[in-house]
């Protein structure tokens, strides 16, 4: 059980308890996003293949022990592609069991093992799903696995990983003229939830990508204003003030991180990198905290000492 100084000790200069943790399991990916951000990773983005620098599986379950001694809530794992790893369901089994745990993938795997993933003890999962058009998909993964992945999501459903949400960056001039099919592909389906997100272009993530992607963020923002007169319901999260939106049997979630004070006044999230930085931030460089090899308080200090520097990467 945590104690009152542990809650101290998670809670950043801004007066953000920290409840949810990201940790990515891998680099390695098995597709080629045009827009990917590398969960922030410099050096072992999914670019590469190699994972000879990841954490252990041992590693991992020393660190998921800590969190859940300083009042951690959530954990989403994620990647590159999480799937890649043989000792994915053992890392899963290994939360305890008050944590809440979700996985984001691209789903070209899952559905040879979202039966396996719910029985490790996975509560639900996020698909990414950029278009639901064959060929766009190849020209933005650079695979030709769309089905695999349609199909994943069916099995994430069957299995009982719900809601199953389906991630869709918004893409101005590549995918913005799906809007309608991906509101006709949840519509009616309560397992599903749709969210819609901003691209993250900064820090020269997007910058070879044409040019019409970079009015993403007013694409996202009127799609929000439209969304906000027309929902029948709408319910503010917790986390970030995300919104979600209910309207003719879809429900909608929108994800804008980018220029948006209220979404970094509200983080309570701490990202663990793939080879063993604790990562305050997905914006910022050079402020990670080095765990590798540490156990028990040297750990749990140094989570402490990432909390602490935290700071809205952008502000009002």
């Known amino acids: 059980m945590y104690m009152a100084d542990d809650i101290s000790m998670m809670t950043d200069p801004y007066g953000r308890r920290i409840t949810d943790v990201r940790i990515v399991l891998t680099s390695a990916c098995n597709l080629r996003c045009i827009y990917c951000h590398r969960e922030g990773e410099e050096i072992n983005g999914c670019a590469r293949f190699e994972t000879k620098h990841q954490m252990s599986k041992d ?183 995300r919104r979600k939106y209910s309207l003719d049997g879809a429900t909608v979630e929108i994800v804008r991180p980018m220029h948006n004070a209220e979404f970094c006044a509200n983080c309570n999230r701490l990202r663990v990198t793939s080879d063993g930085l604790l990562k305050p931030c997905l914006l910022r460089n050079g402020n990670e905290v080095d765990i590798k090899g540490l156990k028990g308080d040297e750990l749990k200090e140094a989570i402490a000492l990432a909390v602490k520097n935290r700071r809205p990467f952008f502000t009002e």
């Open 59 to 241: 590693e991992i379950v020393e660190l998921l022990k800590i969190f859940e001694t300083l009042g951690i809530k959530t954990i989403k794992l994620t990647g590159g592609e999480p799937t890649l790893r043989k000792d994915l369901c053992e890392i899963i089994s290994a939360i305890p069991k008050g944590i809440e745990s979700s996985m984001t993938t691209n789903g070209t795997k899952l559905a040879a093992i979202a039966k396996d993933l719910e029985a490790a003890g996975l509560s639900r999962v996020n698909v990414s799903l950029d278009t639901l058009r064959r060929d766009r998909y190849k020209k933005i993964t650079g695979q030709d696995m769309l089905p695999q992945v349609l199909e994943g999501i069916e099995a994430a459903v069957s299995a009982g990983l719900t809601p199953v949400k389906i991630n869709m960056v918004i893409l101005p001039g590549i995918n913005d003229d799906e809007i309608d099919d991906f509101f006709n592909f949840v519509r009616g389906r309560s397992e599903l939830i749709l969210q819609f997100i901003e691209l993250m272009d900064i820090n020269g993530w997007a910058d070879k990508m044409n040019p019409s992607v970079h009015d993403n963020c007013k694409f996202v923002e009127d799609l929000e204003v439209k969304l906000s007169r027309e929902a029948e319901v709408v319910v503010t999260r917790k986390m970030h003030h």
